[in-house]
């Protein structure tokens, strides 16, 4: 059993599309998150939410917004999408409080 | 916020010779120090941690230093196998009850393992 899944593994696109990346997680954590890996392979966090809180990165454009429909997933929409979103995407979660993330293996974003 | 240096960022070792990586952080708040492994294709995994009331922790062939003075730790990897061809991340936080998302990252160390 995958305990966190994303889908779709690979996704590309053109550039000004609308997309999203699905995530879910059977641990029963109450907390989830978004990352972005860039070519460098340098991890940046963009989102954090719990059921009562959601946490931006203060730095990741408005374009970008997290959308989690009960407490198991949380899906991450990306509109009018560029040349720089392309990177790996990484869904994790963890318990509430807890420093430690299980992370799920990643979505590939590229955008032509 | 704090900052987390993390070096070398390549680094290739035979097969059998250990590996050592090492990082450095800013804030002298933060008490809780992860290392993660991500294989090809995958997302990272914890491998080891270590809190700051504890100057080193061993699992098998991998451990984690922590110097608090100087604040900086290390992860250190013996008799080192093909399986161990990674890139690991070290990271910094201000401990439990702040969330995951309190975590600062290093850049990542690629570690290549040569036979």
């Known amino acids: 059993d995958t305990a966190v899944s994303q889908t779709p593994k690979y996704l590309v696109t053109q550039m000004g599309n609308d997309k999203s990346i699905k995530c879910e997680q059977n641990?029963?954590?109450?907390?989830m998150y978004w990352y972005k890996q860039d070519s460098k392979k340098f991890l940046k966090i963009m989102f954090s939410?719990?059921?009562?809180?959601?946490?931006i990165n203060e730095t990741v454009p408005n374009r970008f917004s997290p959308k989690s429909p009960d407490k198991a997933h949380l899906n991450l929409h990306i509109n009018s999408l560029e040349l720089g979103d392309s990177a790996v995407y990484f869904c994790?979660?963890?318990?509430?409080?807890?420093?430690?993330?299980?992370f799920g293996a990643g979505s590939r974003l590229t955008v032509l | 916020g704090e900052n987390v240096e993390q070096h070398p960022s390549t680094l290739s070792v035979q097969e059998g010779d250990s590996a050592v990586i090492k990082c450095t952080y800013s804030?002298?708040?933060?008490?809780?120090f992860p290392w993660y492994k991500q294989e090809l294709g995958k997302g990272p995994q914890l491998i080891i941690d270590?809190?700051?009331?504890?100057g080193e922790k061993k699992d098998q062939r991998i451990a984690v230093t922590l110097n608090k003075t100087a604040k900086h730790f290390s992860l250190h990897i013996t008799e080192t196998q093909p399986e161990d061809s990674a890139v690991y991340f070290c990271?910094?936080?201000?401990?439990?009850?702040?969330?995951?998302?309190?975590?600062?990252f290093g850049k990542g160390t690629h570690l290549i393992i040569q036979p």
């Open positions: 804030d002298s708040a933060s008490n809780y």
């Open positions: 990271a910094a936080s201000k401990g439990s009850g702040g969330g995951a998302d309190g975590l600062t």
């Open positions: 641990l029963g954590h109450d907390t």
């Open positions: 270590i809190r700051s009331n504890v």
């Open positions: 939410y719990n059921n009562k809180e959601l946490i």
């Open positions: 994790a979660s963890s318990l509430p409080g807890a420093n430690v993330l299980t």
